[in-house]
């Protein structure tokens, strides 16, 4: 295992020092900047967000959570047939 950790250290180093080999032009210091490339930001760091994005956030993880349990599900339909199409139709029911 450390072998393994090991050699990806290695060749993550060789891929960043190949990179910078290889790059077309020399980065100027705010382009070293992360996220930013050298941008003045827009906004401020602590800018609240819209309280509809909220809303949306939990249905996006309602909705998620349900595929989590379709899944599994999907497996072992064929096994248990109708029973487990009346339990999935009261789950998404109750979602």
Known sequence: ML??????????????RSSSLHAPFPMT????VPCLGGATPQTHAWQ???V???????LFIA??????FMYP????????GA?????????LAIL
């Open 3 to 16: 072998v393994v950790v090991f050699l990806a250290a290695v060749f993550a180093g060789l891929l960043q």
């Open 73 to 80: 599900w999907a497996v072992v339909f064929i096994e248990e």
């Open 48 to 50: 609240r967000y819209h």
């Open 63 to 68: 909705f998620e959570m349900e595929m989590m």
């Open 52 to 58: 509809r994005y909220y809303s949306m956030t939990l």
């Open 83 to 91: 029973k487990a199409m009346v339990e999935m139709g009261m789950f």
């Open 29 to 32: 210091e705010p382009q070293k």
